[in-house]
């Protein structure tokens, strides 16, 4: 059997595309293991094969085990692990970039790295939140100020639409059954939510950390990401959920946004999101993001290729350094 040091490490362009992805799988009480290119469950009741490839987010609940060797295949295929506790309440994420290409990355410090652009994409996410709505000239107080105020309007508007008794907004972290069905429903969606994002925001190349509305936390953009569908998706599926039972909030709840993130194909959407905000001119249909290009950083804002000696004593910058193959395992 070949070693899975030996195996050639995928490239982007051998990979499925976040939007083409499940939105997530639940396991939970099994042992996952990796067979070739798939990942395995195995429990009681036997064996269960899952294409890697396929998966954008993997969450692992009480009572699991993973081998090495399968976080190596879900590595390479850049999905996102994340450890859940008992309903869903924390997790642990992590994988590997879909993209070689630094372009969003850079711009997404670009924009960052100044005040005006930063508020003009904390304004750009606040239009996306919120279609009609104008927030030209808003300060980062009035915009803050809105957004709460279109929340509360969400829930009472969702409330009234199902019929579910609405006392406002009640979460103790650290103790999910604290609250009542809504509110444990609405928790668990969020926590759905904050993993979706997560993984598509680390699929693209992006810093999780530099976040445009949240700040000072290592996951401030995925909880930017994650609110630009907290009214339109997570709540609304929370309320469908408390008005069908008080019963298991949690498990119906992942199980219903899961179905509906698939089926309004909201991965693709966030993908195209991101790149709206953090790109405002609309990428070339032939973009280099799936390209394996290195380049040095020279004077004058100027580029030039890597792998090569740029030794002014030689007089000779043809030189080839040798450089690591971005296909191989490093």
């Known amino acids: 059997m070949t070693s899975v040091s030996r195996r050639t490490a995928l490239s982007p362009r051998h990979l499925t595309r976040t939007g083409e992805r499940l939105s997530f799988i639940y396991l939970e009480r099994c042992t996952v293991h990796r067979d070739a290119n798939a990942i395995t469950a195995t429990d009681a009741d036997g064996t269960t094969h899952i294409p890697s490839a396929t998966i954008n987010t993997l969450l692992l609940g009480p009572g699991t085990r993973i081998t090495h060797q399968a976080m190596s295949v879900l590595g390479e295929t850049g999905a996102a692990v994340c450890w859940v506790g008992e309903h869903a309440v924390r997790y642990y994420a992590g994988g590997r970039a879909l ?130 569908y907290k009214t339109e998706l997570g709540i609304p599926v929370a309320f469908d959920v408390a008005a069908a039972g008080d019963e298991d909030p949690g498990p119906r709840t992942r199980r219903a946004l899961r179905d509906r993130v698939n089926e309004t194909s909201s991965l693709n959407r966030c993908v195209d999101d991101i790149k709206r905000l953090l790109l405002p001119q609309t990428l070339p249909a032939t973009s280099d993001e799936d390209r394996d290009l290195v380049s040095l950083q020279s004077d004058a804002g100027r580029t030039v290729p890597a792998g090569h000696n740029y030794d002014s004593n030689t007089g000779d910058e043809t030189e080839h350094e040798p450089y690591p193959d971005p296909e191989s395992t490093w």
């Open 99 to 228: 993209t070689r290409s630094a372009t969003l990355a850079e711009a997404q410090a670009t924009q960052w790295a100044n005040t005006r652009s930063r508020l003009a994409v904390a304004r750009g996410m606040y239009r996306l939140r919120f279609p009609g709505e104008d927030p030209a000239g808003l300060t980062r107080q009035e915009l803050l100020g809105r957004e709460g105020q279109r929340v509360k309007d969400c829930y009472r508007a969702q409330a009234a639409r199902t019929g579910v008794k609405w006392n406002g907004r009640r979460y103790t972290p650290g103790d999910f059954t604290s609250g009542d069905t809504v509110n444990q429903a609405v928790t668990a969606a969020a926590q759905c939510m904050y993993g979706i994002a997560h993984a598509v925001v680390a699929s693209l190349g992006c810093s999780p950390a530099l976040g445009f509305v949240h700040s000072g936390h290592e996951l401030s953009f995925v909880l930017d990401v994650a609110d630009l």
